[in-house]
């Protein structure tokens, strides 16, 4: 764990109880002599602190230093995710924010099933996904009702699909990119776009929609 999520971190007392006390102290057995760093993921600052306290149930600390730390990728990534099982979304979920995807926003497409998005359960992990990586920030989630409206709201879009235009070949330019659900787009979603703007990768294997997240994130970030 490169730091601990705490939403008052940058306090100059701050008390962890409950659940991340036991973790803390219980599941880890950090030793009580050394400092601990925490971040509250607003800005962009980590937080060093000493135990000032600790009993059976919270733990009294005392801020000695913090010091700006940006640890994020060089390049924005915005993924347009047209909306899948959520359970396929919570496995790839960590692994997206460990890339250093910027934002995804989540978008109800023609062939999109009724899912329900539990984004409470999301930013939970994505979270503790920064906590083990060290990421200064989480992957922004936002949702939108069409592709039309994504289109809309950004003109630089681009659509991965079944291209001889090659990802690999594309991915500076790339910062918005369209990814469809289980069923595909339809052609009058693909009409959309300008075929330059349809991109694909060096396979003729069919990609599960998180197994293509995590490609897409991997070949423009990586």
Known sequence: MQFIFHTDAKNDILTIEAELHKYIFKVRR???DKELYFRNLEDK???KYKVLSIDRRK???ELIDFEELIIEPSKQLHIGWCVIDFKSIEKSIASLNELGVSKITFIFCEYSQDYKINYDKLNKLLINSSQQCG???IIELSSC???DEFIEENKDTYLFNFSKNNIDDNKQNI???LLGCEGGFSQNEVSKFEQNKIVGIDSNIILRSETASITIASKILV
């Open 145 to 147: 009702d069409s592709i």
């Open 175 to 177: 910062n918005t990119i």
């Open 135 to 137: 990421r200064s920030s």
């Open 45 to 47: 600052n980590i937080y």
């Open 30 to 32: 950090h030793n009580i």
């Open 59 to 61: 733990t009294t600390l």
